[in-house]
């Protein structure tokens, strides 16, 4: 049977344009997708460099601690082992027993358990001792979080100040109405006291809101639920562009 009435070819051509256009949009979010994880990779070398950063301000401050008497000044000090051995029994807590530090109780939580050994520093010249100080590691992942998290509580600061109220029947309330009063909280995250927007917007600076929004989903709160809920609520793309200069992602 031949095409009388040209359906057959009608309906070719269409399912011939379909595939073109699904093609098209494949070739378009796999390009999308390739851009994202670029940025994400800006991301995580700049994540780098803050652990980096923290790990060489901790280790001087630990330098610091351990070698330097916090009393007289001095730099005739002692490592030591304080030991602090003993048992313990019950559920009670272990503050007051005049442990220097923090002594810890290994063991399960409520029966009974050793005292553990203290490191101490003991300074040569005047006698004093303080506990030694631990070096505190960071990681990529920690810092990439605590970026997102630091990104929500501006969003958190914006979203109050957009919907801020007056109490009228407050003697001290300063503003006249909710607009003054919106302006005035507004004017202050812009003018910067919230030192802590520079920053955000230094760490996120050139990345996509596109990226901002991937990343979140699938890496930054990755293991905190009811954080991701939390950056959720307060996310607001009109914020991150026109009050924190980010901007959407360029597909060509
Ligand atoms: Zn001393």
Redesign the pocket.
């Known amino acids: 049977m031949w095409d009388l009435f040209g359906f057959k070819k009608r309906a070719a051509e269409k399912a011939r344009r379909k595939e073109i256009e699904e093609r098209e949009q494949m070739r378009l979010s796999e390009y999308r997708f390739s851009l994202i994880k670029k940025e994400f990779q800006i991301l995580k070398e700049r994540a780098d460099k803050i652990v980096e950063e923290k790990d060489n301000r901790n280790r001087k401050e630990v330098e610091e601690t351990n070698s330097i008497?916090p009393?007289?000044k001095?730099k005739n000090v002692n490592d030591r082992i304080q030991r602090l051995q003993g048992e313990f029994k019950g559920s009670g807590s272990l503050s007051g027993m005049g442990i220097l530090g923090s002594g810890y109780v290994s063991g399960s939580s409520h029966s009974s358990g050793k005292i553990d050994t203290n490191e101490i520093n003991k300074?040569n010249?005047?006698g004093?001792e303080w506990k030694k100080a631990e070096r505190k590691w960071n990681y990529q992942s920690k810092v990439l979080k605590d970026q997102f998290s630091h990104l929500r509580y501006i969003l958190d600061k914006y979203k109050e100040a957009f919907t801020a109220e007056i109490d009228k029947n407050d003697l001290n309330e300063k503003f006249a109405s909710d607009d003054e009063k919106r302006e005035y909280l507004l004017n202050e995250i812009e003018t910067g006291w919230l030192s802590w927007k520079k920053d955000v917007q230094e760490f996120f600076k050139g990345v996509s809101i596109e990226t901002i929004k991937e990343v979140a989903e699938k890496e930054a709160f990755k293991y905190d639920g009811w954080e991701a809920e939390w950056f959720w609520k307060l996310w607001n793309e009109r914020v991150l562009e026109e009050r924190l200069g980010f901007k959407h992602l360029e597909i060509k």
């Open positions: 008497c009393k007289c001095s300074c010249d005047c004093n």
